[in-house]
């Protein structure tokens, strides 16, 4: 894989990401919660017909709010885990309610994914890893030496675990696996900056508690 672009995109600043193929140039995007111009123009420049997925980590309307619109412009097929699908429809577990009653257009899912399944992008396996505790459906993606990490974790901390479908007991379990990879994989989040597994190991309390004692939650 070659390229990783990010864009701050909607009023929570969610990180969306294009990453591409760098053998076949195929593309996906990751979490298009809002719209961007920047966006906008990397589709059009690379092309549209290039762009394979739109891999979700999860489903609150911050990651998932112009994925109509993005599928819509490109025909990417959306991919997202199992236990997530009932946030594509229902507000009180993606929270668009917040913002409006249009401000999610529906769309539906095309790869259900579950724990360890994995897809390819051009000659890049991605694998997605089941890390419930955000949310009972989120997901890691493994792309080379990359590791998209929504909103389970992020750069010194982790997501919220009091939102529905939230399991706090569960985020430490998902924490404590992505950090037992053995890789030190580049940490792209949800929000936030870019981070290091080594760097989450030594630095993010959160991440360092599930390691070192599983029953602190
Ligand atoms: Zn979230």
Redesign the pocket.
Known sequence: MSLVKTYRVGALSTNCYVIQDSATKKMAIIDPGGISAALDKTIKDLGSENFEYIIL????F??IRKVKRYKDLTNAKVVINKNELDFIFDKSLNLCHDFGPKALEPFTADLVLNDGDIINLGKTRIKMLHTPG??KG?ACYICDKYLFT??TLMKNTM??TD?KSANIKEMANSLKRIGELKENYIIYP?HGDMSSLECEKKNNPYLRKALNDSNIY
């Open positions: 980590t999860h489903g609150h911050d990651h955000h949310t989120g929504g909103d997501g919220r939102l949800g």
